[in-house]
């Protein structure tokens, strides 16, 4: 009696109770989500496709299998190309993925990569795993390349599939060599480390977790699928179970709701109450799991056939497989219609992935981690210009040249000196850069090129206090004599066009006996470019920014001449504070290029 009034008020509320049942599916699927990382750890899903022809079927299936066994989180799927239409419609898209018209079989595919014509020995295994490495390109000192690390075990915990292998391309030539190799093939000129490589994609620089770790994670992730959980060992029914069971009313069989797929089929009371208070008290996946169960049984109660919706889709036969960007699946597409390097071949490679860039006239790309070096070439270039022997022989020459009461021919001389003194220096900073690039990033030099910095500033702070005095690197007094001479000549000229050629002459002049004393920044401000790894072109446009910067000072000075036509000498006390203002900058480098030398990537 109490059954059939129940059952008499399901019949109308029918649909009501199962959106009520839906609603608690859903809302308990919600509320099981899980923010990233926290998931259950994922599985690399390969797809082995074979044709009956194949000689070495069996011995490269087994291969596979073991390979697949002993790693522990891959799902494989073996396709036989002439059993089923399908498997070979399939391999048809990955081989449009890869601009492909033909591979040989056995051939594997999985994580963005085709391995065509496997063979039954340690090849295969070698080059399976290579499909499964993570290579991270990292060099010493590198604070960036310290930040990356940190986030690998969470990699490493979350995709257990993967090897993870760290190369230093400072003390490791070969990695050195193959970072080369790789921007090659990726269509990049030069990279910065850290540099990722894996599922066929070149991922370069590191910003934060939130930026580049989360780029990582969504690759991962998006070549990844879920590990299969282990199927529940059915229980046995018990007698009291038994003999319910054969008393209860004849009814259609329990249909299974997705979620439950693996769940044994139970014949449920029509009564459900009971069973949905309980399972409140177990976890999210058991709500779910009982809740479809639930509904599942709750609609199988009814008598009426004719009440009955139709049961559920099944589940797609290729569940679980890898996606094929541009095929099966949602994006990444192909990046600028571009197909992914195939293995043992050269082809146009996929996009080089570097979010954090921006293109810039003159300075080519620069990522949001660089956006400090143009600042820092300027500010460091400024502070060369403030150099008390450059400046020196500028402002002496200047003074003579008011004498001619024309500012046409004081901008053509100085402008010439100013000019062809930032050419000579450029061409000894290209000097620098190019030893600095022949070494190679050893840290041993470092250090050296650290401590000549520390020596160097402390010798112009010492300036400071005892002003030429024991070592002193200045112009020294015997060639003060000549360069008063030559500039006597410039002025005393007897046409313009032999004044420009000794103010030329003069500023190449004035660079090399002033080596010593310019010689600090140039080399530090050299090692540090040398140290971002930047194509030759981008390197060079440096320099000339650091030029430009370099010679702002002296323009200036010429400029304030042209106009009130002043004479201005740099006074003993000038000099002074210039060679402690030079003096501490260049101390501060080479300490931070001796203690950490990462701040300066």
């Not at 894996?198 to 991962?220: A, P, R, Y």
């Not at 449920?268 to 479809?292: E, F, G, M, N, Y």
């Not at 956006?371 to 022997?389: E, H, Q, R, S």
Request: hydrophobic content about 45%.
């Amino acid at each position: 009696m109490r059954n059939a009034s129940i059952i008499e008020f399901v019949r109308p509320n029918q649909h009501l109770l199962r959106l009520l049942f839906l609603g608690l599916i859903l809302l308990s699927q919600f509320a099981g989500a899980q923010p990233a990382f926290s998931e259950e750890p994922r599985c690399a899903s390969l797809e082995l496709f074979i044709r009956n022809d194949d000689e070495e079927n069996t011995q490269v299936i087994k291969r596979v299998k073991a390979f697949a066994e002993k790693n522990g989180h891959i799902k494989l799927h073996i396709h036989n190309l002439d059993e089923d239409k399908k498997h070979d419609e399939r391999f048809q898209q990955i081989l449009k993925y890869f601009h492909l018209e033909t591979a040989e079989t056995p051939a594997l595919y999985g994580c963005n990569y085709l391995l065509r014509k496997l063979k039954p020995d340690e090849t295969t295994d070698t080059r399976i795993q290579s499909l499964l490495t993570v290579s991270i390109y990292t060099r010493t000192g590198c604070a960036k390349c310290a930040a990356a690390k940190e986030f690998l075990p969470l990699l490493k915990e979350q995709y257990p599939v993967f090897q993870y292998k760290i190369y230093d391309i400072v003390s490791d030539n070969s990695a050195r060599e193959r970072v080369q190799k790789l921007s090659e093939r990726y269509g990049k000129q030069a990279v910065s480390v850290p540099v990722f490589h894996f599922c066929n994609k070149l991922i370069v620089g590191w910003v934060s977790e939130q930026s580049t770790g989360q780029k990582l994670e969504e690759t991962m992730q998006f070549w990844t699928k879920a590990c299969p959980k282990e199927k529940p060992k059915a229980k046995p029914a018990d007698e009291n179970q038994s003999s319910s069971s054969t008393n209860q009313l004849n009814r259609p069989p329990a249909l299974k709701a997705p979620d439950a797929i693996n769940a044994p089929t139970l014949a449920v009371r029509p009564v459900p109450v009971q069973p949905l208070v309980l399972s409140a008290r177990v976890d999210t996946h058991s709500i779910t799991q009982t809740a479809s169960l639930l509904l599942a049984s709750q609609l199988a109660s009814l008598a009426d056939d004719d009440a009955l919706d139709p049961p559920p889709p099944a589940l797609p036969s290729d569940e679980g497989l890898p996606p094929i960007p541009g095929g099966d699946s949602s994006p990444p597409p192909l990046p600028f219609g571009q197909p992914p390097v195939v293995a043992g071949e050269k082809q146009p490679p996929p996009a080089l992935e570097e979010g954090d860039t921006i293109e810039v006239p003159f300075l080519g790309e620069l990522s949001q981690s660089r956006l400090g070096m143009p600042a820092f070439t300027f500010l460091i270039g400024l502070v060369d210009g403030f150099n008390p022997c450059a400046m020196w022989v500028l402002l002496f020459l200047l003074s003579l040249l008011v004498n001619l009461k024309s500012r046409a021919k004081i901008v053509a001389v100085a402008g010439t000196f100013v000019l062809i003194s930032g050419l000579a220096y450029l061409a000894f900073m290209a000097a620098w850069l190019n030893v600095f690039l022949l070494i190679g990033y050893l840290p041993t030099v470092q250090f050296l090129l650290g401590l000549f910095a520390v020596m160097i500033g402390l010798i112009h702070v010492k300036d400071y206090f005892a002003f030429k005095k024991g070592i002193s690197l200045s112009i020294p007094e015997w060639a003060k004599p000549g360069l008063y001479a030559r500039m006597r000549r410039i002025v005393n000229a007897e046409n313009l066009t032999g004044a420009i050629i000794g103010a030329s002459i003069l500023a190449v002049l004035v660079n090399i006996i002033e080596l010593l004393c310019t010689a600090g920044l140039p080399a530090l401000y050299t090692e540090i470019l040398t140290m971002q790894n930047y194509p030759a072109w981008k390197s060079y446009s440096y320099l000339c920014l650091y030029i430009v910067a370099y010679m702002l000072d002296d323009t200036i000075m010429v400029t304030i001449v042209v106009v009130t036509l002043g004479r201005h000498k740099l006074q003993e006390t000038q000099g002074r504070y210039l060679k402690l203002f030079s003096g501490v900058v260049i101390l501060l480098l080479g300490l931070v290029l001796i203690i950490k030398p990462s701040l300066l990537f």
